[in-house]
């Protein structure tokens, strides 16, 4: 039976479930605040550079696949993906390691930095690709509704591997740091530190190592523009500049939103924006979660980042580069444990110009900067500007050129950034962090245990943060609406 259905945000998640249930045959509409669809997922355009202000990395292109496969569409009907070679550099203080794309030259490269260290490399990218085939064709493809989920004859047989961590499973095989931080860098995409992180979670290695770094030309928002189609010839209509700002309960039922005083009533309403914001929508009485408990969640990092127009072709850099130069474990302290402005931040730099001339005019540079920061800190002019001149400085150095006086313009985007467009909990860029206690059923719920017909999906909920799993987030959300509305 045919549902209307209103959805809140139009990020990855948000674009996803749409599709998936218009496909099913409901009546689907999805109300954006902001002025274009995408969620964090945006784009500046400026001057003839092109900077994706969210997500800049494409990894598990097989994810990608099997969501447009679901409407017998291919990514190449939208978009054209190119594989990086090489995937990115690593700037240490004294050295740099170049990750190719493919296993060979990877081995070499660790050969080079530590003998004989390939032989245990490929043995942990093995049992990575394992843990991969796994996670992406049993565990996440759940929706944590109950810890029998995560039991199966593959997970039983592995449980120690969610006992233990990245960090014990990776320095019992590497003694090198260089490479100790170059294995333990993909789980950062999860939001955690590595000794927090459970070892089954080495499949990002095999995102990484295995799979490959990919790039949409013409950047990641061709993604959302993809989704965005599909889900318009489907039959759904999206609304721009349409800010929610309550969610109407009635008998313990959802019937209606109000979007810019305006009330839109519907069958079932579906949250795609900040769990904790979409609950504010809510009267108190019909809310899950409270304030302590989202106080006491392990939240994933903000961002302070840049958005640089250099006036000339940089040189020793790639589209993807990471500046390792100062302590790893330190920066994680001031995110995690201490939180607090970094005295020394590691940070990461996305050139897209070096591989896809149409993201900055001829013989120019489109620069994103990217530092770590913990979620809540205080974000001023001032702080920004100390921090920007800091990481350009040894950007400068590890480079070997000076680039400040190449620079036509820069924008920045922090904190403050984050909670005013994207209503963002304490100006967090990544959701909830997925450590062992924040793992699966132990997230937050898809459907809400109050309120009839309210649904959420998103990186605060399954099966957690990044694009990959918010194009998941989608489909189990709306297979959940299919099972419970209909």
């Known amino acids: 039976m045919s549902k209307t259905i209103t959805i809140i945000g139009s990020g990855f998640s948000a674009l996803s479930a749409s599709c998936y249930l218009a496909q099913a045959g409901h009546t ?9 669809v995408g969620g964090r997922a945006r784009q500046i355009v400026k ?38 070679s090489p995937a990115y550099k690593i700037f240490f203080s004294d050295d740099v390691i170049t990750i190719g794309d493919h296993m060979d030259q990877i081995c070499k490269e660790f050969e080079r930095i530590e ?22 064709n049993k565990v996440v493809l759940k929706p944590g509704l109950s810890p029998f989920e995560l039991v199966t004859k593959e997970t039983i047989t592995r449980v120690d591997r969610f006992f233990r961590t990245i960090s014990t499973e990776v320095r019992k095989n590497f003694n090198n740091p260089k490479l100790i931080s170059t294995l333990e860098f993909p789980v950062l995409f999860l939001g955690a530190k590595p000794n927090q992180t459970p070892s089954f979670y080495s499949f990002m290695n095999f995102a990484d190592f295995g799979l490959g770094t990919w790039h949409p030309k013409g950047g990641m928002y061709e993604v959302i ?17 349409s800010n929610v700002e309550k969610i109407t309960v009635e008998n313990g039922k959802a019937t209606s939103i109000t979007v810019n005083g305006k009330v839109v009533h519907s069958d079932v309403i579906l949250s795609g924006a900040d769990y904790h914001h979409s609950e504010t929508l809510l009267d108190e009485n019909y809310r899950q979660y409270s304030e302590s408990y989202w106080e006491s969640r392990t939240f994933a990092p903000s961002s302070l980042l840049f958005y640089v127009g250099f006036n000339q072709k940089l040189k020793n850099i790639e589209h993807h580069n990471l500046f390792f130069d100062t302590d790893f474990e330190n920066h994680a302290e001031e995110i995690y444990d201490d939180p607090k402005w970094p005295k020394n931040p590691l940070f990461y730099v996305n050139f897209p110009s070096v591989t896809d001339a149409s993201m900055a ?16 800190l205080e974000d001023t002019p001032e702080l920004r500007e100390q ?31 984050f909670i005013e467009d994207y209503n963002s909990y304490k100006g967090n860029a990544y959701g909830m962090a997925n450590t062992l206690l924040q793992t699966a059923f132990l997230r937050p719920k898809l459907k809400s245990k109050k309120v009839n017909g309210l649904y959420f999906t998103g990186q605060l909920t399954v099966p957690g943060p990044g694009v990959p799993p918010s194009l998941i987030s989608g489909k189990l959300v709306a297979e959940l609406i299919e099972k419970n509305e209909v």
């Open 115 to 136: 003998t004989g260290s390939s032989k245990p490399l490929r043995k942990f990218i093995a049992r990575a690709q394992e843990h991969y085939d796994i996670a992406i």
């Open 225 to 241: 523009k993809a989704m965005k189609t599909l889900a318009e010839s489907l039959g759904v209509s999206i609304y721009t500049d």
């Open 361 to 376: 005019p001829d013989g120019c540079e489109t620069g994103f900067f990217l530092i770590p920061i913990a979620p809540g």
């Open 47 to 84: 001057e003839g550079f092109t900077f994706d202000i969210g997500p800049s990395w494409y990894w598990m292109p097989d994810i990608f696949d099997k969501f447009f496969n679901d409407f017998g569409k291919k990514t190449i009907d939208y978009y054209q993906l190119d594989k990086l």
């Open 387 to 417: 921090y920007f001149d800091l990481i350009i400085e040894r950007f400068e150095k590890r480079t070997s050129q000076s680039v400040k006086d190449r620079v036509l313009f820069k924008e920045s985007y922090c904190v403050n950034d």
């Open 28 to 36: 689907v509409s999805i109300f954006e605040k902001n002025a274009s």
